[in-house]
T-cell receptor, first 113, second 114 residues
């Protein structure tokens, strides 16, 4: 079945450091891929998405490229800020799963000033 | 403003008691979802509904029930059969359930057992 694997945290970085959070997936069809962010005590917010191979999603300085050949969708940001501290979830959906999201376990990011 | 509201923010359940979590959306979305989040884990799907008066079980439906009598509302009942209900519950909605649509999430309800 479909699944998402993302790097385990927590990840601790200094402000202005480069961020990479790895995400790989297994899917039988052609999934759409998502990154969601969850701030403490809140629901999830869509950060970015990509719906086909080689698409790049971007938002708020974050980027991720849909790599079909490596079944990956790694999240990157060139210079993190303290306000980026949150839990980041990689997820996929496709027609096989009827559009239901399948999530990774989440990666907690802490950015220190 | 359009969005998804969940209430209450915190809910306490006594042993043997059923409790109902509210989820309302004014986004005119057809599909709605309920997820459970446990510490250190991703979200797991409880129930989903693609259209009014219809809903399907997700991966962990046992001990839960839902209804979808109105497009904008998708309440979740945690029954006494759910032996470990303490968790953070998230409701979401999307335009339809076809594969590419973005799901939008509410702020969540934290359920605690007394």
């Amino acid at each position: 079945g479909n699944s998402v694997t993302q790097m385990e945290g927590p990840v601790t970085l200094s402000e202005e450091a480069f961020l990479t959070i790895n995400c790989t997936y297994t899917a039988t069809g052609y999934p759409s891929l998502f990154w969601y962010v969850q701030y403490p005590g809140e629901g999830l917010q869509l950060l970015l998405k990509a719906t086909k191979a080689d698409d790049k999603g971007s938002n708020k300085g974050f980027e991720a490229t849909y790599r079909k050949e490596t079944t990956s969708f790694h999240l990157e940001k060139g210079s993190v800020q303290v306000s980026d501290s949150a839990v980041y979830f990689c997820a996929l959906s496709d027609r096989v799963s009827q559009g239901n999201l399948i999530f990774g376990k989440g990666t907690k990011l802490s950015v220190k000033p | 403003d359009g969005g998804i509201t969940q209430s209450p923010k915190y809910l306490f359940r006594k042993e043997g008691q059923n409790v109902t979590l509210s989820c309302e959306q004014n986004l005119n979305h057809d599909a709605m979802y309920w997820y459970r989040q446990d510490p250190g884990q991703g979200l797991r799907l409880i129930y989903y509904s693609q259209i009014v008066n219809d809903f399907q079980k997700g991966d962990i439906a046992e001990g839960y029930s839902v209804s979808r009598e109105k497009k904008e509302s998708f309440p979740l009942t945690v029954t006494s059969a759910q032996k470990n209900p303490t968790a953070f519950y998230l409701c979401a909605s999307s335009t339809q359930s076809g594969g590419q649509e973005t799901q939008y999430f509410g702020p969540g309800t934290r359920l605690l057992v007394l």
